[in-house]
């Protein structure tokens, strides 16, 4: 069956692929001569860099004596690959490793997401965002400002849609404490918070100063985890002008520990929305 994301069909097939052409041994080189393709694009197509053309997939599903009646699933997936996810609309305003990122976030069925400075971007309120975005020390045009919070709202679908995702955030608690937009934005923005984490398919933890050290002053990272059991789970973690995409075994068991550590010395769900509101009330009130 198709997968909904373009993004997740392609890395699916490419490693599908990737995993064929192993097991039979065949060199890229030779891969290459029989698809008419050069042996660099064979290596792109089995890294997700590009996107098959059917028929290129269908004669390597040939090549690989894929059975007939697997066939169809692949070039099923081979023709979702191909299709333009909402993101790429907004291509220009968002670079290619991110692009990549929102293409898997919209296929993922549970996301683990943990954030040091500031509200989660699925939980952030379109003020906020704007907030954060006009904080950059560049200064950019009001349409372009206008399309990344957009971007970010339309993610955020994901939460609050029919079929949601499952959502388990910790944040640090100074992002409750840092104004972001000023009192009002701040106010809406933990009030925002509250709502979501009374979502079935949101846990919300905050990892407070009380906690003293720990594992996760590296940095904010996401684990995406998907409903195909053939698709490796992945961990992202973005820095200033990149991402790395982690996904093998023993990187993903390192998150995996982390993300469990936190989520020990964090707050639980109760006692995290109960600070959320203590320092709501705290929030002065303009006159």
Same mark, same amino acid.
């Given at each position: 069956m198709?997968?909904?994301?373009?993004?997740? !069909?392609?890395? *699916?097939?490419?490693?599908?692929?990737?995993?064929? +052409?192993?097991?039979?041994?065949?060199?890229r080189e030779?891969?290459?001569?029989?698809?008419?393709?050069n042996p660099?694009?064979?290596? +792109?197509?089995?890294?997700?860099?590009?996107?098959?053309?059917?028929?290129?997939?269908?004669?390597?599903?040939? @090549?690989? =004596?894929? &059975?007939?009646?697997?066939?169809?699933?692949?070039?099923?997936?081979?023709r979702s690959a191909r299709r333009r996810g909402w993101w790429q609309r907004y291509s220009k305003d968002m670079p290619s490793w991110f692009s990549v990122y929102v293409g898997l976030e919209a296929e993922a069925s549970q996301m683990c997401v943990y954030e040091v400075e500031q509200v989660p971007d699925l939980l952030q309120t379109p003020e906020y965002s704007r907030a954060l975005i006009e904080s950059e020390p560049a200064p950019r045009p009001e349409e372009a400002v206008f399309r990344r919070v957009d971007v970010r709202q339309r993610r955020q679908?994901?939460?609050?849609?029919?079929?949601?995702?499952?959502?388990? !955030?910790?944040m640090g608690e100074g992002a409750l404490y840092r104004s972001v937009g000023g009192d009002e934005v701040m106010r809406a923005q933990l009030r925002h918070l509250l709502r979501a984490a009374d979502l079935a398919n949101v846990t919300l933890q905050v990892l407070p100063f009380a906690a003293g050290a720990h594992a996760g002053t590296d940095g904010a990272f996401v684990m995406l985890r998907f409903p195909d059991p053939r698709d490796r789970? @992945?961990?992202?973690? =973005?820095?200033?002008t990149g991402a790395v995409y982690l996904e093998e075994p023993e990187e993903l068991e390192s998150y995996d520990l982390l993300f469990?550590?936190?989520?020990?010395?964090? @707050?639980? &769900? @109760?006692? *995290?929305?109960?600070?959320?509101?203590?320092?709501l009330s705290d929030i002065p009130r303009s006159p």
């Amino acid at each position: 069956m198709p997968r909904n994301s373009p993004t997740a !069909a392609r890395r *699916s097939l490419a490693r599908f692929l990737r995993e064929r +052409r192993r097991a039979a041994g065949i060199p890229r080189e030779r891969v290459g001569q029989y698809v008419g393709k050069n042996p660099v694009t064979i290596t +792109r197509l089995e890294n997700a860099e590009v996107r098959a053309e059917v028929g290129t997939v269908a004669m390597l599903l040939e @090549l690989y =004596e894929v &059975p007939p009646e697997d066939r169809g699933y692949f070039i099923d997936l081979a023709r979702s690959a191909r299709r333009r996810g909402w993101w790429q609309r907004y291509s220009k305003d968002m670079p290619s490793w991110f692009s990549v990122y929102v293409g898997l976030e919209a296929e993922a069925s549970q996301m683990c997401v943990y954030e040091v400075e500031q509200v989660p971007d699925l939980l952030q309120t379109p003020e906020y965002s704007r907030a954060l975005i006009e904080s950059e020390p560049a200064p950019r045009p009001e349409e372009a400002v206008f399309r990344r919070v957009d971007v970010r709202q339309r993610r955020q679908h994901r939460v609050w849609e029919e079929d949601p995702v499952r959502l388990r !955030a910790i944040m640090g608690e100074g992002a409750l404490y840092r104004s972001v937009g000023g009192d009002e934005v701040m106010r809406a923005q933990l009030r925002h918070l509250l709502r979501a984490a009374d979502l079935a398919n949101v846990t919300l933890q905050v990892l407070p100063f009380a906690a003293g050290a720990h594992a996760g002053t590296d940095g904010a990272f996401v684990m995406l985890r998907f409903p195909d059991p053939r698709d490796r789970d @992945l961990a992202y973690v =973005e820095y200033r002008t990149g991402a790395v995409y982690l996904e093998e075994p023993e990187e993903l068991e390192s998150y995996d520990l982390l993300f469990d550590d936190l989520t020990v010395k964090a @707050l639980d &769900p @109760l006692r *995290s929305a109960e600070l959320i509101e203590g320092v709501l009330s705290d929030i002065p009130r303009s006159p």
